[in-house]
């Protein structure tokens, strides 16, 4: 299940800044994504827990002056705050590749039951990436390594 190169299949504009991110074979992308989603993909079947794992790439504005373990500590306090039974249960800062990327894994609630995300964030030329991978908690074993794989893939815009 290694993940294979993919490129978002966006116009490159100077407002629409581009990726490369590997994701597993046969997942399914987003044609269309959220507004400020570059990657929005989901295995092509679901586990017998019935959720299917999911991996989002957002990017977004972000200060100069902030660095990525305060940009991403203030976003994952604004999740805690919105998402049911939002338990933090990791959080660290390392270099991934030669960049400064900060991690939070955490568990919450989702409507088919408790889930686990992931999540590795960038900062450079003004710009956040933030790689968020959610699975269910029953399959987090099973993906976190794959979940893993696709964060060392992942060239951000900045």
Do not use: K
């Amino acid at each position: 299940m290694a993940p294979t190169p993919q490129t978002p299949q966006t116009p490159q504009t100077p407002q629409t800044p581009h990726l490369t991110v590997s994701l597993p074979p046969h997942w399914r992308r987003r044609a269309e994504p959220d507004h400020g989603v570059l990657v929005h993909a989901t295995a092509a079947t679901a586990p017998a827990s019935g959720v299917r794992p999911e991996v989002v790439v957002r990017c977004e504005p972000a200060g100069a002056d902030v660095g990525v373990g305060a940009w991403r500590s203030e976003a994952v306090a604004a999740l805690a705050a919105r998402l049911p039974d939002f338990e933090l249960e990791d959080a660290d800062e390392y270099d991934l590749d030669g960049r400064p990327v900060a991690y939070h894994r955490f568990a919450h609630r989702g409507p088919l039951g408790d889930l686990v995300s992931e999540q590795w964030g960038w900062l450079g030329g003004g710009l956040g990436t933030c790689l968020t991978a959610t699975v269910a908690r029953a399959d987090y074993a099973e993906w976190c390594e794959v979940f893993e794989a696709i964060a060392e893939t992942l060239e951000p815009p900045c």
